[in-house]
């Protein structure tokens, strides 16, 4: 068994779509980034990477590629799946928590475990997303961005 960890944060600005666990969530801004900027997929895939040693997710999927601009980022997981799949690894679970303000997400959890399942080609019960808030506290806590932390168990087959 193998374990690792990702970490992504970008800040929410006006004219974008918020993204999570590949859910459009209904919010007055979205966050920043390259591709869909989707917090939670990002330090799920940057924790399978990590797990695999297979570096990082701007290794192989660089901002600086207009391939990967405005590209959906469970796009990018299923990539990571192939990936850690070539290795010999099998993905056993992932527990992730997303740090937000706002919006409230308790009504979306269900749908990116589900999405982020289906890219992994494992069950929504291995999938475990929880929020948060960062008590009013930082860049975080004045709802200018997002954040999210994940850690991924993986097994060769």
Request: hydrophobic share 45%; charged share 25%.
């Amino acid at each position: 068994m193998r374990i690792g960890i990702g970490y992504d944060i970008h800040p929410l600005v006006k004219g974008r779509l918020l993204v999570l666990g590949g859910v459009k969530v209904p919010f007055e801004r979205g966050l920043l980034g390259h591709s869909d900027a989707d917090v939670l997929v990002h330090a799920v895939i940057d924790a399978l990477l990590g797990a695999a040693a297979l570096k990082d997710i701007g290794t192989h999927f660089p901002d600086s590629d207009p391939q990967y601009e405005g590209i959906s980022s469970i796009v990018l997981l299923k990539r990571v799946r192939d990936m850690i799949h070539s290795q010999c690894f099998i993905v056993e679970n992932i527990d992730a928590t997303i740090i937000a303000e706002e919006p409230k997400l308790a009504a979306y959890i269900d749908e990116m475990r589900r999405n982020i399942g289906d890219a992994l080609d494992i069950a929504k019960e291995q999938v475990s997303v929880k929020a948060t808030t960062s008590a009013a506290l930082g860049f975080l806590g004045r709802g200018e961005g997002i954040a999210a932390h994940a850690v991924a168990l993986i097994e060769r087959r």
